[in-house]
C-alpha cells in the first residue's frame, strides 16, 4: 500500500506565491509520473502539471509560466511552486503518484488534497 501525505496549502493574497509539497511512502519499488491535479466547486477536477520520473514536464495552459513542478526522487516527494496566483486558482490541490510496488504490482495514489484559496 501507497500513502500520499500533501502539506503547504493556505490563504494567499493574489499575486502571492505557495509551495505544495506530497510525499509517497509505503511499499514503492519505482515511480513513474507525478502530478497535480485541482477540483474547484462545481467543476470537474483538472490536470495542473505532471512530471515523469526522467523530469518531463506538461502544464495546463491557465498555468504556464507560473507553476513550476519537480520532483526529489530520493525523497519519493513531489512539489509545485505557484507564483502570481490568481483567485481562478482557488480549488483543492490533489497530487497523483504512478508506480510499482515492492510486489511488483502497478499503482495509482491520491493525496487528501490541500485547500488553496487565493483572495485578498
Known amino acids: 500500500q501507497v500513502q500520499l501525505v500533501e502539506s503547504g496549502g493556505g490563504l494567499v493574497q493574489p499575486g502571492g506565491s505557495l509551495r505544495l509539497s506530497c510525499a509517497a511512502s509505503?511499499?514503492?519499488?519505482?515511480?513513474?509520473?507525478m502530478g497535480w491535479y485541482r477540483q474547484a466547486p462545481g467543476k470537474q477536477r483538472e490536470l495542473v502539471a505532471g512530471i515523469s520520473r526522467g523530469g518531463a514536464t506538461n502544464y495546463a495552459d491557465s498555468v504556464k509560466g507560473r507553476f513550476t513542478i519537480s520532483r526529489d526522487n530520493a525523497k519519493n516527494t513531489v512539489y509545485l511552486q505557484m507564483s502570481s496566483l490568481k483567485p481562478e486558482d482557488t480549488a483543492v490541490y490533489y497530487c497523483s503518484v504512478q508506480g510499482r510496488t515492492k510486489l511488483g504490482s502497478p499503482f495509482l495514489s491520491w493525496g487528501q488534497g490541500t485547500q488553496v484559496t487565493v483572495s485578498s
Open positions: 509505503g511499499s514503492i519499488l519505482t515511480i513513474n509520473d
